[in-house]
Every structure is written in C-alpha cells, then in structure tokens.
C-alpha cells in the first residue's frame, strides 16, 4: 500500500501513452494519476526505465501537457470485492456504468470514478466463525445474502499464514465498511475485516487448496456443443468465427440457459451500439431457472470502443477477477468474453505506442503469453472447506475476414479445452449454431456415451464427403447407400445439432432429453433401411424430420411428446 505521497512530471504524450520522469522509485503496474487542474485521470504505469517510466492513461488524454503533475499511488490496479456486485454493469475500470449513463450518456466523463459498491446500503451479516476459531485466507467469516446466493465475507486473499478470531460482530445489518471481525496473526498483530476488500485485477485469486481437473461436462443446453464439442465445469472454450457469423447470439444463449450459478459476460463490441443494446438487452433476459431477471445472477463488464483503449484491455482482467472472487464462495462461475480480438488488438495499440518490437501481424511477441495467462485463470478449485467452485471461460474471437490462421485465434486454440468454430457457410445457409460440426474439437468428455457420440461424428464425416461428391457428380453419381447417409447426416443436423433460438422450448435442452432424443437418433443412424429409389428415401426422411421437429418444439414430459414419439417410432420401424 502507498504510503507517501511520490510524484513525478509528464515528459510525453503519445496518444495514451504518457512519458513521465520521477525521482524516487517506481513500480511496474502501479496505478498513477494525472493532474490536470482540477481534474485527475487514472493511468498505470506499464514499463519503467530508470527515472522516466510510461503510463498508460484510462482516459481521453486530450489536455494533458509537458510538466503535468503525476502521482504514484504504490497500489496495483484494483477492484473492490463485496456484496452488491450481482446484476451491475461496470466499465474496465469498475465505474458502475448505468448510474454514469443516467447522468452523461453512455459516454464516461473524464476523470468521473464512482464507487463500485454502495457504502451506505446495510447488509444482513451472519457470522460463521468463533472468537478462538483459526482461519486462513479465503475463508468465510460470515455471509450476507445477496440475491439468491450466500455471499461469504472471506478473510483477505493478501493476508498470509494462520490467523485467530478475535472478535466477530453478531448477526446484524450492517454496511459494507463495517469492522465484521478482527483477526490476530502468528506475530500477535490485529488486522481488521470488514465486507469489502480489495484485489489487483492482474494476480489470480488463488485462496484455494488446488486445482482440479475439469472432467465433469457443464450443461449448456445447446445439443450441438453438449453432444459432439462439449464444454467442462472449470475448462475453458473458443468461439472463433467471421462478422454476423452468431459469436454474440451464442454466447447470450449460453448466458441465459448453462448450467452455472453466475454469469459474468464481460462485453467489448464489435459494432457501434453493441454495447448499447446489451445494457437494455440484458435487464429483459428472464432468467429461465428462475423466471426472474436474468440480471440477478450476471454481472456485466462494459467497453465501447469509443472507450479509451487502456479500459478496454483491463476489462477481461476485471471479468477474471470478479470471476475468481465467486469461485471463492463455492459457486460455478462462467465467463464469456465478447471479443477477445477486441482485447488484443487493445494490446497491440499499447505496443505500438510503446515502440516494441513486433511480432506477427503486429501484435506484441507477449500476445501468446497474456492469451495463456487470462485462459489459465479459469479453474476448477477445492476451497479449504472441502467445497468446490469454478471458473468456466469461453471468448468469442472475431478474425479479420473469418481467417482462423491469425495470431489470436492461433495462440487460443493452443490453451483451450474445446474450439467452436463458427462456420460462414452455416450461417449463411442459416443453420443455427453455426458451430462447423467437423472442424470444431473438444478435449473433454460428453455426457452422452462416447461411443454413440463417435457414430454420430461419423455419419456427419459421410453425409459431408457425399455432399462434396454430388456437388461434382450430382446425385445420379452416388448410389442409394450413399445417398441415404447423406440424408441421415442432413437428418442428424436438422432435428438436433440446429437448435431454434426462437423456439420457447427447443432453445434449450436439458441432459436427460437429449440423452433421450439422441439415442433415437442413433437408433435411426445405426438401420439399414431399403428404399425404391433415392426419391422415396428423401420423402421418407422429409416426413421424419418433420414428425422430429414437432416433437422438438413440445415439453418432454407431456402427452402430445409421447404422441410425437410414437409416430416417430411406427414410421422408422416399418
Ligand atoms: P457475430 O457476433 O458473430 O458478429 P451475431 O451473434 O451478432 O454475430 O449474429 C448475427 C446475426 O445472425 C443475428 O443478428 C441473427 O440475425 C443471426 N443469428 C445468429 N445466431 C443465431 C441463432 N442461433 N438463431 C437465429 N439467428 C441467429
Ligand atoms: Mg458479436
């Protein structure tokens, strides 16, 4: 923590990047303020080279001049944690966006910071612990409520070693900088707690007992992913896919229908507006679970474009490390970020101010190791309570022009447990998720049998080369066999892999029905079925896709599911 004030004075300004000379010593990452008048903007310093160091500025530098004042906080930059962080909208920085946008527009005012959490609301505390009791970091001391969870006041992740309860406040309502509890360390000296502490966004959380393996496959409700690409509670996974392909689309469906407790979507658009619309988007979202609004488990970090690049890179850091802070209460926490080219082209403009050397495409030689370094915060972890939580991470990446050859989606495929590979074809044929069943791989297990999984890969592997063959061919070319795979593949891709995001019921699917249907499936996949000619086998496949459909669009328990199955059933057994 800083203690004295240390100062320095502005050298240079180049774009963001401020040149500053100081005399004492200065700390990589530390965070700094410009003075301007009256005003003071927020940078951090981001190399330091003798007595002269560069200052990234979360600000439009706009005013800033040679001589400027500079003040070295000796803090890293930060994020406060405590209850009353479900449900908001934040900016990079932490600044509670929509109270900003109810004043200024969804503009930031320069050098306006707000408070991330209210110092004044009172929160229903509930100890945990005894005076006596011996308490390490991250564990709980109490909780509050906050929303549907048991938000836990956890003894500070910085303070190391055994402590011991000394004081513990009795169930009451109290604000968040109360005094909760006093800790005695092994050396004899107190340290206060109250229900909100701070943690630099760029160090992990790691107030755990280990790691874990992720292993076991989260639910996400999307059959295609679930099925053949699936995605592990604590993995992590890459949605790369060109402009409109459905990167967003996806990840607002995963948002509303994974099986997770909290959701943190931590959004830098694409578009101009994107953003705009995901804040009146979201607070509509009913939670599905719940019927509730889906705000009450997601918290949003927000970035325009129009926000200055340095904010734009902090925000998967802020994301992460919300993330990781409610991982720490025992609960299932999943990431989306929305893009992460958005975050490394971020990177690659402070680089570039900054004169490195560049790597490929310009992007900094150190782009692989942030990338690895972000996806290596997701985790499944065994707290000191014999619980478990979890940090999922998925990112959308958007490559220029859909070209996954390039350096962000490269170095993603090298960390992540499964890639979902958006395909332009299937969007353009509108068959939705555009995830490309044949490309896109996963490294985790599927809760449906591996080997009904691997017949399913199979037939689409088949229906695909026939495709390809007919395109040079047609179909005269193939014989009946092959053609009837062909429509056993296109069967397979209609009635389960697409999903209707506007179907009330077939948006989401839970295991035990899509364990149900696609066995089925299998079923369908695995008859030898003799037809006339390929004109009947296409009537006859038509009319089953249809008999799917309708039963896709009903709920799983009801009369007119069995109906629909029934048909299904008479129409493949003659
Ligand atoms: P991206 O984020 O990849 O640029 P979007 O997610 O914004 O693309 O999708 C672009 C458009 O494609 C959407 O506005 C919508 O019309 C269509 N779309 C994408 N996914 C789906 C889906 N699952 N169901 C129906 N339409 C979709
Ligand atoms: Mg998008």
């Not at 800083?2 to 100081?22: L, P």
């Not at 564990?139 to 929303?147: A, I, K, M, R, Y």
Request: proline share 4%.
């Amino acid at each position: 923590m800083g203690t004295s004030i240390r100062e320095g004075n502005v050298i240079g300004v180049n774009g963001n990047m401020v040149a500053v000379n100081f005399n004492e010593n200065v700390m990589q990452n530390e965070v700094a303020y410009v003075v301007v008048g009256e005003e003071r903007f927020k940078a951090e310093v981001i190399r330091v080279k003798g007595k002269s160091a560069d200052l990234q500025v979360f600000e439009d530098t706009t005013g800033i001049m040679i001589g400027n004042r500079v003040e070295f906080s000796g803090d890293l930059l930060s994020l406060e944690l405590g209850p009353g962080l479900i449900g908001q909208v934040f900016d990079g920085l932490q600044n509670p966006l929509p109270q900003l946008a109810e004043k200024y527009g969804f503009f930031l005012k320069r050098g306006a910071y707000l408070k991330a959490l209210d110092y004044e609301k009172k929160w229903e505390f509930t100890p945990s612990v005894q005076v006596k009791d011996k308490v390490h970091a991250g564990d709980s001391l109490g909780t509050v409520p906050e929303n549907m969870f048991k938000h836990r006041i956890m003894v500070p992740f910085d303070l190391k070693g055994e402590f011991e309860v000394i004081k513990i406040l009795e169930k009451g309502d109290y604000s968040i900088s109360t005094k909760v509890a006093s800790l005695k360390d092994e050396a004899g000296k107190t340290h206060d707690v109250t229900m909100v502490q701070s943690w630099p966004v760029k160090i992990p959380i790691k107030a755990y007992v280990e790691k874990l393996k992720p292993v076991e496959p989260l639910v996400t409700k999307l059959r295609l992913i679930d099925t053949l690409v699936p995605v592990a509670v604590g993995g992590t996974f890459c949605t790369p896919g060109p402009f409109g392909a459905g990167k967003t689309v996806l990840q607002h469906l995963l948002s509303r229908h994974a099986e997770v407790d909290l959701v943190i979507v931590a959004a830098c658009g694409e578009r101009a507006g994107e953003v705009v619309e995901i804040l009146e988007e979201f607070p509509e979202l009913i939670d599905p679970k719940t019927n509730r609004s889906l705000m009450e488990r997601t918290i949003i970090i927000c970035n325009t474009s129009s926000m200055p690049v340095a904010a734009r890179e902090s925000s998967v850091y802020t994301a992460v490390t919300l993330a990781e802070y409610y991982r720490q209460m025992g609960l299932n926490v999943l990431l989306l970020a929305d893009s992460t080219s958005r975050w490394a082209q971020a990177m690659r403009e402070m680089s570039g101010r900054l004169e490195e050397i560049p790597g490929e495409e310009a992007f900094p030689a150190y782009l692989e190791s942030r990338i690895a370094s972000f996806y290596e915060r997701a985790g499944l972890v065994k707290l000191r309570d014999g619980g478990k939580g979890s940090v999922t991470i998925g990112g959308a990446v958007s490559p220029a022009g859909g070209n996954f050859e390039e350096p962000v989606t490269q170095a993603t495929l090298k960390v992540v447990g499964a890639f979902h590979g958006l395909s332009r074809d299937r969007a353009n044929a509108r068959r939705y998720p555009s995830i490309d069943p044949l490309d896109s791989w996963s490294k985790y297990t599927s809760f449906i049998d591996s080997d009904k999984v691997k017949k399913g890969q199979d037939i689409l592997k088949k229906s695909n080369s026939v495709d390809q063959m007919m395109k040079v061919v047609g179909e005269e070319g193939t014989s009946t066999g092959e053609f009837i795979d062909y429509l056993k593949g296109e069967f397979l891709d209609f009635v389960y892999l697409q999903q209707n995001a506007f179907d009330k019921t077939d948006e989401a699917t839970d295991a035990k029905r899509q364990k149900y249907i696609y066995d089925i499936i299998v079923n369908i996949i695995d008859k030898e079925f003799k037809f006339e000619n390929k004109d009947d086998a296409r009537r006859f496949f038509m009319e089953l896709r249809q008999m799917f459909i309708n039963m896709n669009s009903v709920n799983f328990e009801s009369d007119e599911f069995k109906k629909n199955e029934q048909e299904v059933q008479s129409k493949i057994s003659v």
